[in-house]
C-alpha cells in the first residue's frame, strides 16, 4: 500500500493515462511512508489531511492544499522515523506548489 502524490497545472481526469496532459510533478518514491503516517491521522478531526484516502484517490484544489499546509507541522511530529519524514516534507513541497498557483490540484493515488 502506498500514496503517491501528482501536481497538476489544471483538474486531472481521474484515470493515470488520460491525466498525463496536466501533469507537473510527481511523487512516486515515498508512498509506504506517506501511508503509515496518513493512516495515523484520526478521521474525525478537523483538517485535509485526514480526508486523504490511503486505499482510494483524493484530489485537493490550491485551497485545500493551503489549508492542508498548516497541518503538516503535526504531521511531522507523527513520523516515526528519518523515512517518514522525508515523506512528509515531500507532501510539504508539493502542497506549497501547488497553494502557490490557483487552478493546480494535487492528486493522492492510494493503493
Known amino acids: 500500500m502506498g500514496v503517491e502524490i ?4 489544471d483538474r486531472p481526469v ?3 493515462d ?5 501533469l507537473i510533478r510527481g511523487s512516486y518514491e515515498h508512498g509506504d511512508e506517506l501511508a503509515d503516517v496518513l493512516l495515523g491521522l484520526d478521521e474525525t478531526q478537523q483538517g ?3 480526508r ?3 486505499y482510494g484517490d483524493t484530489l485537493f484544489d490550491e485551497q485545500q492544499a493551503q489549508a492542508a499546509l498548516r497541518e503538516v507541522p503535526d504531521l511531522l ?12 516534507l ?6 506549497r506548489s501547488c497553494s502557490q498557483t490557483p487552478g493546480r490540484y494535487l492528486w493522492f493515488v492510494g493503493d
Not at 18 to 22: A, C, E, H, N
Not at 90 to 95: A, F, M, S, T
Request: hydrophobic content about 35%.
Open 52 to 54: 486523504v484516502d490511503p
Open 77 to 88: 511530529q507523527r513520523c516515526s522515523g528519518p523515512s517518514q519524514t522525508v515523506a512528509v
Open 6 to 9: 501528482e501536481l497538476h497545472v
Open 90 to 95: 515531500d507532501l510539504e513541497r508539493l502542497l
Open 48 to 50: 485535509n489531511l485526514a
Open 18 to 22: 488520460r491525466s498525463r496532459g496536466t
Open 14 to 16: 481521474l484515470d493515470w
